[in-house]
Structure formats: structure tokens, C-alpha cells
């Protein structure tokens, strides 16, 4: 998109540079865009540092609305009223934002509960059209009356949009069903490598063992099966030396503390996204978790993970543990392109590690298989093109 073209508001609860799976979605769309066509909006200050934020600072003009809030003789109404004065806050400050940069439209991404009523109605006071980035489903992120809450927001406000953006067709399903919506299925996004340059990556592991990778934040979206892994791991310690590693933003105290811990598990510092790949290139077996055990399994079955494709992308083995019927489980077993292990079951992970270790013939074919899918239904330019197409029917 160039200055010519409409002006666009992206509103995110969080934004590049950030290790987060969302900031990374954005940088990789929006990091080719001229600085007069977008700008962004944020709740916080933007991050003084990119150190192993995985991305970088995208060229645009950054705002953030942490600063509003109620005078002090105010301040009793935020308890009571909180989802009001949340939203007319933002509402406020997003008012001038547009005005002032002149924006022709304004795109709201999920991951807060206030900002979608909000940018409905700045859009509203602008004149101008309104769409929704969903990063995960709006309305089952939440529990108890924040699920009520963003229920009525959505029976309200997914109909007022001009776009809806998912990323994947088991969302784009229950939004048709629930709310008689259209949306359009846009695939989280994945430079594709070239294969040759990843097999001199820099990075090396244990030859002498098994070495299992992760990349990406532990949360409770994952933890459950996370901690499967360990128990696999040491499971198999009798039979083959099996190494997990670790490659999160996550603190290691924080991890220890929710049992993600062992001699066999590896912790690593998040690194920049420019290096991710050379890592997961280097994997023996990559490992994709969903939590079996979550408030939100809503939310785990129409989940996307952001790093998807570059798991696929890489050629690697890959295991997928997430429950059965979810969309992650269901596309690799669709497309062959991992082993699915869909219950929660320590001793059939343990078997489909062991079985990807003894059958070099199966590693490779779905690691063929995963790099197949991965340029067809994660290529950049494919995505980007898909991306740039729907902000301009705004």
C-alpha cells in the first residue's frame, strides 16, 4: 500500500517490537507498507528496546492510550462503570488520533476486551469504515462476565463491520453460525526459507540425543500439554536420550513453578525472529502443544498458533499435541503433515516421539509434506497480497 492509497488505523492491544505471536502477525504485514499509509494504536507505551523482542519497530507513527484516565474526583466511577469509562476513554482519545492523521479506516485486533466497542464508536464519531483482525475468537477468550460482556458486544458490533478477518475456516464456521457473519479466512503469515541457507544454521544441539524444540510463549493455552512433553521425555529416558528444548519469552521461574522443568528440559532466552527459523530448522522434532486442561477450550479448538508456519515451513518432523477436533489437530491430519497426538495421553506422545525417531522414511515424508502446505496456505506473499485486498475494500 503506498501514500496514494487510503490511510489506515490499525488498533492492537499489543504491537512490534514484541515476542508476542499477534505483534509478529502485524510486523510481517504491515513491514513492506509506506510510513503515510497506517498508523498504530496501542494501550502502552511502545517498547524503549527491541532486544529479543522478535521483531522490530514497523516505519509508522505509534500511539498509545495508557495515559487516559478519569479526573481524580472521578476515579470512583471506575469500579462500578469500568467497561463505560474504559471505552469512552479510549473513545476519546482514539477520536483525535484519526482525525489528526487523517485516517480512512480503522482495524481493530482482539486480545482486549474494550478495544472493539471502542473503535466501533470512534469509527462511528469519524465517519469512517470499521473492521476486526480476529486473533483468537473475540467472545470465548473471556470467562464469566467478561464473557457476557463481549457476547453483547459481538450480537452488536460484528454485524456494524465492513471486514471481518479470521485466521482460520473453523472460526470463520462458528461466526457464521453464532452471528450470521461473514468473514474472510486469512492464514497467520510465514516468510518461506530457502532450505539449502537453513541447513548451515548456526545453531546446533546435542548429537549424541533426540533434541525436541519449542518456540514461542508457555501459557496456559499450552501448558497442559507442555508439561505432557516433560513426562514423555523422561519416559523415554531408559530407552533414548531425548532433550527438550525451550525458546520462550516466558521467565525460567515461571516455568519451573508451573512444572515445566526436568533434567532433560532446556531453557533458552526468546530470540530475534530473524533467528527463529534457523533454530527450528535445526530441530530434530518440532512440537506444536494445545492445553487439554484450559478455562477457555472454546478458544484452544479455533485456535491458529502464530508459529505454524514456520514449523511447516522449516521441514522438520513435526508433533502436534492438542485436543481432538481442534482446528490445528484436524489440519495437520487432513494434510499429513505431522504427528497428531489428540489425547490427553503421556504414553501416546512418548510412542509418537518414539516412532518418529525409528522411522526415518515417515520423519521425512511429513516433513516434505509440512513444507508443501506451508507455501500454500502460509506464503508471505500470498497472505500480504490477501491482507492488502481486504483493507482496500474498506
Not at 95 to 121: H, M
Request: with cysteine.
Amino acid at each position: 500500500m503506498n501514500s496514494e492509497s487510503k490511510k489506515i488505523a490499525i488498533l492492537s492491544h499489543i504491537l512490534p517490537p514484541s515476542p508476542s505471536g499477534q505483534a509478529t502477525v502485524l510486523y510481517q504485514l504491515l513491514k513492506n507498507y509506506v510510513k503515510d499509509s497506517y498508523c498504530l494504536i496501542s494501550l502502552k507505551s511502545r517498547a524503549a528496546s527491541t532486544r529479543n523482542s522478535g521483531t522490530e519497530k514497523l516505519n509508522a507513527n505509534y500511539y498509545n492510550l495508557s495515559h487516559i484516565r478519569l479526573p481524580y474526583r472521578l476515579s470512583f466511577l471506575n469500579t462500578p462503570f469500568m467497561p463505560i469509562t474504559n471505552i469512552l476513554l479510549r473513545l476519546i482519545k482514539m477520536k483525535k488520533i484519526l482525525k489528526s492523521e487523517k485516517c480512512s479506516a480503522l482495524v481493530v485486533c482482539t486480545g482486549d476486551l474494550y478495544n472493539v466497542p471502542a473503535a466501533y464508536l470512534a469509527s462511528k464519531a469519524c465517519k469512517i469504515p470499521f473492521a476486526i483482525y480476529m486473533f483468537d475468537d473475540y467472545v470465548h477468550q473471556w470467562t464469566g462476565l467478561n464473557r457476557i460482556f463481549s457476547k453483547f458486544v459481538a450480537s452488536i458490533i460484528f454485524k456494524k463491520a465492513k471486514g471481518i478477518i479470521v485466521p482460520n475456516e473453523f472460526l470463520q464456521a462458528d461466526y457464521l453460525k453464532d452471528f450470521e457473519v461473514q468473514t474472510n479466512v486469512i492464514h497467520n503469515p510465514c516468510e518461506i526459507p530457502d532450505v539449502n541457507k537453513l541447513k548451515n544454521s548456526k545453531y546446533k544441539f546435542d548429537t549424541n540425543g533426540i533434541n525436541i524444540i519449542y518456540t514461542g510463549t508457555i501459557y496456559a493455552a499450552q501448558l497442559s500439554a507442555v508439561k505432557n512433553l516433560v513426562e514423555a521425555v523422561n519416559m523415554l529416558d531408559d530407552k533414548i536420550k531425548v532433550y527438550f528444548h525451550v525458546f520462550t519469552s516466558t521467565s525460567k521461574a515461571s516455568l519451573t513453578k508451573d512444572g515445566v522443568v526436568g533434567k532433560n528440559v532446556i531453557y533458552h532466552e526468546h530470540v530475534k525472529q530473524a533467528d527463529i527459523m534457523d533454530i527450528q530448522a535445526s530441530a530434530d522434532i518440532l512440537f506444536l502443544p494445545l492445553a487439554f486442561n484450559s478455562d477457555y477450550p472454546e478458544v484452544i479448538r479455533t485456535s491458529a498458533p502464530g508459529k505454524t508456519g514456520e514449523y511447516l515451513s522449516v521441514g522438520k518432523p513435526i508433533i502436534v499435541h492438542a485436543p481432538k477436533g481442534s482446528f490445528i489437530s484436524s489440519y495437520f491430519k487432513e494434510n499429513k503433515c505431522g504427528m497428531v497426538v489428540d489425547e490427553d495421553n503421556v504414553e501416546q506422545l512418548a510412542k509418537a516421539i518414539l516412532k518418529l525417531v525409528e522411522d526415518k522414511n515417515l520423519s521425512t515424508l511429513l516433513g516434505e509434506n509440512a513444507r508443501r502446505v506451508s507455501i500454500n496456505d502460509f506464503s508471505l506473499n500470498i497472505i500480504q497480497e490477501k491482507f492488502n485486498k481486504f483493507l482496500k475494500a474498506l
